[in-house]
């Protein structure tokens, strides 16, 4: 018998297709998540879980008795309770590597529109308020070549989002690391600082290491405080890395320039959220490895990892 696997959000055809000749699978197809307690129901006797980013908790589990894997359609996996996984002897998978140069394009992205105040002078030119004399003074931007950027998590998205930042706009590159990456100085050119002259020398300052409880709120007051008053603070890693209200406070009072966030502390960020009043921030709904092609890539490489862990093999991409 073919093991029972549970899709919790629309696959394509082709990643269907591939699971089928493996697994009897279930697919939510509405856009609309699935609330709680449908998935609860529907994975209370299936052996795999296909998700993107939805939290496996000890509840969960519970409800899930013969669950051996779950397999995440993403690379981060704070979603995960590693405890409770362990004690219950379910696998992890992420998907690794398929979206660096995707998310890099993005956070690039983000960093040019703040520097260059692209979502207020959309909106200026769109609703008919541009006026010649607009050149003057207030949306004047800041210049990203040849200025510094900082990177906290040189890993594999914050490798992508270097390289680019040398070749492409001759940047400066500084980066903070758990570990010192001496392979990455030589051959992009990047140099290590520890965070305090990370944020003291960055014009830029990139947010991109996983969620653990060593990063969680790791960006609070006492950081932006270290920063120039005309930094731009870019956080495409997760909300709960950055202290929000210490962000608010600091754009607010102006120790810092501007922000651009793909990321928030509550997803989906509502809109009366204090940032998203600020004319200087600029915001994308976690979208960063969101192309066509990326999300086919990892849906492909989550259904990867979980028919072989459902089929006796190690994963590729196995976290726990
Ligand atoms: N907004 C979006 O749509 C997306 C967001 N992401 C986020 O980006 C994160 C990074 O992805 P990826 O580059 O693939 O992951 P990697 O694991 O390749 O890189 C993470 C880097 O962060 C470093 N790091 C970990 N903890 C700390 C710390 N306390 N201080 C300094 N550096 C630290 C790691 O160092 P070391 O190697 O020494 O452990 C590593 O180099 C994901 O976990 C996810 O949260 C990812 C994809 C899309
Ligand atoms: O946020 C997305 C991810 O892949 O992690």
């Known amino acids: 018998m073919k093991p029972k ?17 493996h697994c009897d699978i279930k697919v939510w197809e509405e856009q609309e998540p699935i609330k709680r307690d449908d998935l609860l ?34 690379v981060g ?26 998310v890099a394009d993005l956070a690039v992205g983000l960093m040019l529109a703040a520097a260059r105040r692209i979502s207020e002078l959309d909106q200026l030119v769109k609703s008919g308020q541009w006026t010649p004399q607009s050149w003057d003074g207030p949306f004047l931007g800041v210049d990203v070549h040849r200025a510094t950027l900082g990177v906290i998590g040189m890993g594999r998205i914050g490798e992508a989002v270097a390289k680019r930042a040398r070749l492409g706009f001759n940047m400066e590159v500084l980066y903070c690391n758990r570990r010192q990456k001496p392979k990455a100085e030589k051959e992009l050119g990047v140099k ?23 990063t969680e709120g790791m960006i609070g007051e006492r950081e932006f405080q270290l920063m120039k008053e005309s930094a731009i603070f870019i956080n495409v890693s997760r909300g709960q ?22 990321v928030f502390q509550q997803e989906p960020v509502t809109k009366d959220h204090p940032l ?20 086919e890539a990892m849906a492909m490489k989550a259904a990867e990892n979980l028919v072989a862990a459902l089929t006796g093999k190690e994963p590729e991409n196995r976290v726990i």
């Open 192 to 214: 290590y600082a520890d965070l305090d002259t990370l944020l003291q020398q960055s014009d830029f300052v990139m947010l991109l290491t996983p969620l653990t409880p060593e």
């Open 241 to 262: 890395t950055v202290d929000e209200d210490a962000l608010i406070r600091a754009l607010k009072n102006k120790e810092i320039y501007a922000a651009a966030l793909d």
């Open 41 to 74: 129901r529907e994975i209370a006797d299936v052996d795999g879980l296909l998700t993107s980013g939805r939290r496996i908790t000890e509840n969960l589990l519970h409800h899930a008795p013969k669950l051996k894997v779950v397999s995440n359609k993403s």
């Open 77 to 102: 996996y704070n979603n995960f309770d590693l405890e409770a996984m362990k004690k219950h002897n379910v696998i992890g998978t992420n998907t690794p590597g398929v979206l660096d140069e995707t």
């Open 5 to 21: 696997v549970f899709v919790s959000m629309p696959i394509s055809q082709e990643v269907k297709d591939y699971l089928m000749q």
């Open 276 to 295: 998203l009043q600020m004319k200087n921030v600029v915001t994308t709904p976690h979208i960063g490895s969101a192309t066509r092609k990326t999300t």
